[in-house]
């Protein structure tokens, strides 16, 4: 009896206050009422879907670089697809020489949201290029560290022993609202040599770089940069072997790129 | 029906059927005439093609318009509004604010099944209530493309305030851009909008302005926190053209009054995603009306109208000249405006837009806790939200103009119900910005359980804005009554805005039976998770 009920209450309440608004006329009961359903049928006729899975494909660096032994070409990219909370990462990076691919990898990651800012990713890395083909298994995190640093930690396990590190950290300083400057910095670290990919132990190799882009659109922007690419020790070693150079500035040149 | 005069009236009584055009519409708009009862009404949901901004679009229109026709319903009548829809998508017609069966309320999935293409829906319920309101698509994104319009209410017993004439001044966002893009967008990098963050320049002045330490410091703190102090929009004049009657800036809507004539206004944020701060220099504007009620006039020089919400107005122009209404949305990206004029074609000085607002200590209120027990998708707790009801907000604060608050706000008529609360039902508005997820206290719309009202019910809802945003939150199916100091109402409203880091509570009585929404009216937002269903059960 819910009309009666508050018909009763509206009484009562009459009684004690007089000041409540009689001209307030609550709604009568639905005819029609809803049966109970699925949250997945309910999403289907709201067309409303906050599970809704994106996809992103970002080409971060694409890039030409004027190395002593001639321009190289490098890139460093990486995709997503998913919901908010769990999605599958694909990343590769790698530079090209005179129609050789040189050190090179590709990462294919399940993302799993960990803490606000953090992400947890696990999958497998194939090294490619100069050298035997090497696989890794990858664990690491991903996110936004204070002051708007973007960070990746990655740990890595191969065969026969091999472990391996990579971090990577950049941040968007903007000059204007369209034209920012982006420091980065990345380093590798081998815990065992690799000489048949020219890889020391240890700390391997960093670049630290700044990259000018302008945003024509977002989604699209020019740079210019310069880098400071090192190797060490163990792997400047082998490179020298090689006849290479083991610490190189550079100028970069590239599009960054994401849809 | 004094008061219900000027150019609404004429529309009305020379289309004797209630449905009327009252703003100027460019020429080429299509519409067409209607013949239809006082109490009945035939809407056609159609796409039709615009062109706001030089660039042809399609856009979702009621009767060929948009913004849709303005319904003028009589106090206490049954209306019948027969829905049909020409589009290849379901959609739907919600009435907001107007207090309805749940049936009928047009919430596909909650309220009815939605009318399929090519269908048909009648609408049928009484009006018990009076004033400004508006009907809107809840159907995916139909309202970001066009399907909105007005409703006037006319009172029973005639109107309080008097005018002696009035307009309609119903404020929109529109975008070139896909609806469906734009959210995409928003979660790919959710800052994409925002072309007025703070760059290297704006650090070398405030450490001109404030010292090294203290800019390294300010900026340091908002650092750690990762918040950035203009995200104040997440869909902003970088893409919308902000609209006044349909009617982008540079076509100039215009409402026309004689000097000495007090002219009612009736302003209707029907946005997606935007805030409006609005104003006519030179003149005063008497608020006599609150998301449709009546209210204590209040003067003041500038009120914010956020995304649901709708004040009346009374003006009262004493020179012959142009005055122009000025909406500038709340980062200062861009307005809509128009101009009141004693005659057509008359033009004023459109003011410059005030600074870009940076989000200030107060919005975070006595800062952001490390709080993380509502799970990873909340990137902030306000530790200790402020209870000021009389803050304009940011933007607002100290301008030199008197702007209104939630304080000035004073329903004439009593409380609904004088019951003291029987319970709380405290819900936090949450979100993460970077990766555009929003919630109610961390739980995502998907996540979430129907909150349960018990029938006839007095109940405290108490939000609590955890996040750096503004977000005006809509019940449907009943009132809000705003609380003020000593448990006392303040004021009744169907779409609550909660400043960033503020606590603000209300008092529903659940005497609504049915299923209904609550949620967020930022469109974005409200996709993204913060919606929240309400049970009422008998």
């Known amino acids: 009896m819910p009309s009666t009920s508050l018909l009763l209450l509206a009484c009562a309440v009459q009684a004690q206050a007089p000041a409540v608004d009689t001209n307030h006329v609550p709604p009568d009961p639905p005819r029609q009422v809803m049966g109970e359903m699925t949250y997945q049928d309910m999403v289907s006729m709201m067309q409303m879907d906050d599970t809704h899975r994106f996809g992103k494909v970002m080409l971060d660096q694409l890039e030409w670089r004027g190395a002593q032994e001639g321009g190289a070409g490098a890139w460093d990219a990486e995709g997503w697809y998913g919901g908010d909370y769990n999605k599958l990462w694909i990343k590769t990076e790698g530079e090209r020489l005179a129609g050789r691919t040189l050190d090179a990898s590709s990462e294919f990651l399940f993302d799993r949201v960990i803490a606000r800012w953090w992400d947890a990713q696990a999958g497998i890395r194939q090294d490619f290029g100069k050298g035997p083909a090497r696989t890794w298994l990858a664990v690491g995190v991903q996110g936004l560290a204070p002051y708007w640093l973007d960070v990746e930690a990655t740990m890595y396990v191969g065969n026969e022993g091999r472990t391996a590190a990579r971090v990577k950290a950049d941040y968007d300083l903007l000059l204007t609202q369209r034209l920012i400057l982006q420091p980065y910095a990345e380093a590798n670290l081998y815990g065992k040599a690799d000489p048949d990919r020219q890889m020391g132990s240890g700390l391997s190799d960093i670049e630290l770089s700044l990259r000018l882009r302008y945003e024509v659109r977002r989604e699209l922007a020019p740079y210019l940069g310069l880098g400071w690419f090192k190797r060490f020790s163990g792997t400047a070693e082998l490179a020298r072997a090689a006849g290479e150079g083991s610490d190189e500035v550079e100028l970069v040149a590239g599009l960054h790129v994401w849809f | ?538």
């Open chain 2, 1 to 538: 029906m004094r008061g219900l005069s000027g150019a609404l009236a004429t529309a009305a009584l020379s289309s004797r059927n209630g449905v009327s055009r009252s703003w100027a519409l460019p020429d080429a708009w299509p519409g067409r005439p209607m013949q239809l009862a006082r109490t009945e009404f035939d809407l056609e949901v159609s796409s039709i093609e615009v062109n706001f901004t030089g660039a042809r679009r399609t856009a979702v229109a009621v009767n060929g318009q948009v913004p849709g026709p303005l319904l003028v319903w009589p106090e206490g009548e049954i209306i019948t509004v027969r829905v049909k829809n020409r589009l290849t998508v379901p959609t739907s017609i919600h009435w907001h604010g107007v207090i309805v069966p749940s049936d009928m309320d047009g919430v596909p999935g909650v309220s009815f099944a939605g009318i399929p293409p090519g269908e048909s829906f009648v609408y049928r319920f009484r009006v018990n209530q009076s004033g400004t309101y508006w009907y809107h698509s809840h159907s995916r994104f139909q309202e970001q493309v066009g399907l909105y319009g007005p409703i006037v209410i006319v009172p029973r017993g005639g109107q309080r305030h008097a005018a002696d004439r009035e307009h309609v001044v119903l404020l929109s966002d529109w975008s070139d851009t896909d609806p469906e893009h734009i959210y995409r967008t928003l979660k790919l990098q959710s800052g994409y909008y925002n072309y007025r963050q703070q760059t290297v320049a704006d650090f070398l002045h405030s450490v001109h302005q404030q010292g090294w330490k203290s800019a390294v410091g300010e900026r340091r703190m908002w650092g750690e926190m990762r918040m950035n102090r203009t995200d104040l929009a997440d869909v902003s004049g970088h893409t919308y053209t902000y609209l006044m009657n349909g009617v982008p800036p540079a076509g100039n809507w215009t409402g026309l009054f004689k000097p000495g004539e007090r002219v009612r206004l009736r302003l209707i944020n029907g946005s997606s995603m935007s805030f409006f701060d609005v104003r006519i220099p030179g003149l005063k504007l008497s608020v006599v009306a609150a998301d449709g009620p009546d209210i204590e006039p209040v003067s003041v020089d500038e009120l914010r109208v956020a995304a649901g919400e709708v004040y009346d107005v009374i003006v009262s122009p004493q020179e012959e000249r142009a005055y122009t209404i000025f909406a500038q949305s709340i980062d200062r990206s861009g307005y809509a405006r128009g101009t009141l004029s004693p005659r057509p074609g008359l033009e004023s000085e459109v003011p410059a837009m005030d600074p870009r607002p940076l989000l200030t200590m107060t919005d975070m209120g006595m800062g952001m806790g490390p709080d993380t027990s509502m799970g990873p998708m909340v990137d902030s707790v306000a530790a200790d939200p402020r209870r000021d009801l009389d803050d304009p907000g940011v933007g607002l604060r100290g301008n030199g103009r008197r702007v209104l608050t939630y304080s000035d706000l004073r329903t004439l008529a009593p409380p609904i119900d004088t019951r003291s609360p029987s319970r709380d039902i405290v819900l936090h508005l949450t979100g993460h910005m970077e990766r555009f997820v929003w919630s109610f206290s961390g739980r995502k719309f998907s996540a979430s359980e129907p909150l349960k009202f018990n029938y006839g019910e007095r109940l405290r809802l108490v939000l609590i804005n955890d996040s750096m945003m503004n977000h005006p939150i809509h019940l449907h199916g009943m009132w809000g009554e705003i609380e003020g100091p000593d448990e006392k109402v303040l004021v009744r409203k169907h779409t609550i805005n909660v400043q960033p880091a503020q606590r603000v509570s209300y008092f529903v009585t659940a005497d609504a039976i049915g299923r209904w929404a609550y949620h967020c009216h930022l469109l974005y937002h409200m996709e993204a998770g913060m919606f929240r269903e309400v049970h009422v059960n008998a």
